[in-house]
């Protein structure tokens, strides 16, 4: 049961970086992309590929996974740059779908490696140094700093005077951001580059974990899934997106103890559904509202 | 000449929305843009700022030719301006939206924001300080934590006001200022134009309010039909029979030029 629960928190700490990610790119920026599990199946396979058929060492597959979903992030951005939510949503769902159909068609290097094989025997990082028995404990404390640094990074970009910018495009008006000389179309590719490289991690993260990958981790499905976390946390509130990650893989891996007939499996969907439009319809802030930054008086910015 | 329009004009399919226009901007002056509905000052307005290109003609901005240049170019080289229907972000602060309204903040590109992060802060602390003294001087410090959306509409278009002057533009161009503003607060925005005028600010301004164009503008230019009809001096112009028969003809409100009251109010929230 331990080891249950540390499975379950160490797979609600990977999907809380996706869903920082997603809080960064949607409830900050205000970027409809329905193709965030494509960064992060861009950042695992990178990785994955790297070290198990480049033999690069792990470290290297990390940085280069991430580096790697950021370009992606980016590609994604640069035909839709100028372009408002609802063409955001179509793209970057058409996004996802495709690099994942590349990834189920194309082999890695070896004719059993990658395409609907996917990639087995990826290496756990630190493997033989941690004592038996207690990896598991060691890789939550590993996803664990890197939720945290995430959250920090989300936290600092989002203070800054570029998140600044990011959430006057949220807003709504372009022409307001213009007018004011600001450059529209590189902050949301800069959004969509920060996004990617955080989304990227997870996808690192979570295929060393597994220690095996394949094209069937990634459908669309999952984008749903950190989209339910980032709702239900509270859009705008990087805080709240950690929480609803956890509130989600609860429902989604923790329900499996109740025994039920296991034709209720497809059930899970139904409760999360049901969930996001309970929180939409009655609590449309999330669980943890968006907060306002507070200048103080005057005198405040003097001291 | 700090702005002058040559020749433009402006094609929408066979529509001509404006045809062969010429005007100039001294610096240091207000110049008013009058004209009934429809004549083509905003197209004129969005035309100077970028938003839209010209079929035909130049516009000159401190001598350099921005006709092609992109809105946010043009707001870089120190021509802003503010939008009819105030679209600031509602869910910004109001300070927010002043920070915002700075430009060439070091911090809004990512990479020098995590490189340079004491310059990013010391302008940040410039920037607040500037803030704090606009805000003040419109009477609008105590709302500084609101959400811009709770403000009311005349306390919006006096936000956007101070916000384009956080980028310190050598230009402003305000459409319709004060329209729907309740008359109190009309006069306090009025006041604010000239008294900025004073510091040597220059401004363009779109109004319908003909009480509010005789107070303030050096220099007007009546638009009809896409058309200059007639410029120079606000009372001599808006005295001549051909502009009075333009806003009679076009149903327009010549009626507020000699009846403040007729100016159309806000229902205060």
Not at chain 1, 3 to 27: H, K, P, R
Not at chain 2, 176 to 190: Q, S, Y
Request: charged share 15%; glycine share 12%.
């Amino acid at each position: 049961m331990t080891a249950f629960v540390v499975y379950l928190l160490t797979i609600a700490g990977i999907y809380g970086i996706m869903s920082l990610s997603l809080s960064l790119q949607y409830g900050q920026t205000g970027l409809v992309n329905f193709g965030q599990i494509g960064l992060f199946m861009v950042g695992a396979y990178a990785s994955a590929a790297l070290t198990v058929v480049a033999g690069w060492p792990i470290i290297l597959g990390a940085i280069a996974g991430v580096a790697a979903a950021a370009l992606f992030g980016v590609l994604m951005a640069l035909p839709i740059g100028d372009l408002r939510q609802d063409y955001w949503a179509i793209a970057t769902l058409a996004a996802a779908e495709l690099i994942r159909v590349v990834f189920l068609n194309a082999t890695l290097g070896d004719p059993y490696v990658g395409a609907s094989y996917g990639v087995s025997g990826i290496p756990s990082p630190l493997l033989e140094l941690i004592p038996d028995g207690s990896y598991g404990w060691f890789y939550l404390a590993l996803v664990g700093l890197c939720a945290a640094g995430c959250y920090g990074v989300v936290i600092w970009a989002c203070r800054s005077p570029f998140g600044r910018v990011l959430k006057s495009l949220r807003e709504g008006g372009d022409e307001v951001a213009q007018a004011l000389g600001k450059e529209v179309r590189r902050a949301r590719i800069s959004a969509m580059a920060l996004g990617g490289a955080i989304a990227g991690l997870g996808g690192v993260l979570f295929a060393h974990y597994i220690g095996y990958i394949d094209p069937t981790y990634f459908l669309p499905l999952e984008t749903f899934l950190v989209w339910a976390m980032v709702i239900l946390g509270g859009s705008g509130n990087h805080l709240g997106a950690l929480g609803g990650a956890l509130i989600i893989q609860i429902i989604n891996n923790g329900t499996r103890f109740l025994n039920l007939p296991d034709q209720f499996a497809a059930l899970r969907m139904v409760l999360i559904g049901v969930l996001i439009i309970l929180v939409i319809l009655y609590m449309p802030k999330g669980l943890i509202p968006e907060r306002r930054r507070r200048y103080g008086g005057r005198n405040a910015a003097r001291r | 000449m700090l702005l002058a329009v040559e020749n433009i004009s402006k094609r929408f399919g066979g529509l001509v929305a404006l045809d062969n226009v010429s005007l100039t901007v001294r610096q240091g002056s207000i110049f008013g843009l009058v004209g009934p509905n429809g004549s083509g000052k905003t197209t004129l307005v969005n035309l100077i700022s970028g938003f839209l290109r010209p079929t035909r003609g130049r516009v000159l901005f401190e001598g350099k030719e921005i006709q092609n240049r992109a809105p946010d170019q043009i707001a870089r080289t120190g021509l802003c301006r503010t939008f009819q229907i105030t679209l600031n972000p509602q869910r910004m602060t109001v300070m927010e939206n002043m920070l915002l309204g700075a430009t060439a903040q070091y911090g809004e590109r990512i990479i020098a924001a995590a490189l340079r992060p004491g310059r990013v802060r010391q302008q940040e602390q410039q920037n607040l300080q500037r803030a704090w003294e606009l805000l003040e001087m419109v009477h609008l410090e105590r709302h500084a934590d609101e959400y811009a959306g709770s403000l009311s509409g005349g306390q919006k278009k006096l936000l956007a006001l101070v916000q384009v002057l956080m980028a310190e533009p050598h230009l402003i161009l305000l459409d319709e200022p004060v329209a729907g503003v309740n008359p109190r607060l009309i006069e306090d925005i009025v006041k604010v134009i000239v008294q900025l005028r004073e510091q040597g600010h220059t401004f363009l301004v779109i109004e319908h309010n003909m009480q509010v164009v005789r107070r303030m503008c050096d220099e007007i230019c009546v638009l009809d039909m896409g058309q200059v009809l007639a410029q120079g001096e606000p009372e001599e112009v808006l005295a001549r029979d051909d502009v009075l028969r333009a806003y009679i003809s076009a149903g327009g409100d010549i009626a507020q030029a000699g009846d403040p009251d007729a100016a159309p109010t806000e229902t205060t929230p």
